[in-house]
């Protein structure tokens, strides 16, 4: 059987490729390929080029929807160019993707924007009841949820936010 491609790590983060993730997480992983999971995105060439610049030298860029995301994992694990650094906007994305068959088993949770409804949990990470509640289901469902915005800083767990910020889910 051929290899399959490694995920190294998959991420929540709301401003995808940015300073971060191309100096902190692309070494961390040793990420050969970046594939941002994301409908609107993906059918958007301009945006899918900005990222693709964005990328560090080397560095394959993928723009997929979720149910590209999905068929891919379910073919082959997304191929044979890896590790692979799997970049999500947004809760409802990560969620949608792993309830339709994206079966990671871990998820990190590393910076999504705040705003009305919202609560600053971590640093730059603010969630709403919808995600919280999103989270909660995943975890169930025996994935590990970590809260982690750059390589060094502290890793918090779901337990402890859920525990802090949404005692009612």
């Avoid at 590209?68 to 082959?76: C, E, F, G, N, T």
């Avoid at 998820?107 to 009841?129: C, D, F, K, M, Y």
């Amino acid at each position: 059987m051929e290899q399959m491609a490694e995920v190294s790590l998959v991420r929540i983060d709301s401003r995808l490729i940015h300073g971060q993730v191309v100096t902190m997480w692309v070494k961390v992983t040793e990420a050969k390929k970046i594939i941002i999971i994301d409908d609107n995105i993906a059918k958007d060439p301009l945006m899918t080029q900005i990222y693709t610049m964005a990328a560090p030298p080397g560095v394959k860029v993928e723009t997929i929807t979720v149910d590209q995301a999905v068929s891919l994992w379910k073919d082959d694990k997304f191929g044979k160019t890896g590790p692979i650094l799997v970049l999500f906007s947004g809760v409802p994305t990560a969620y949608k993707s792993y309830i339709k068959g994206f079966d990671y088993s871990k998820l990190q949770v590393g910076g999504i924007a705040g705003g009305p409804g919202r609560i600053a949990v971590e640093g730059t990470i603010a969630l709403n009841e919808s995600d919280a509640k999103m989270l909660n289901e995943m975890e169930k469902k025996g994935m590990e949820i970590i809260f982690q915005i750059t390589t060094d800083t502290k890793i918090k767990t779901w337990k402890s936010i859920k525990d802090k910020y949404f005692k009612s889910i």
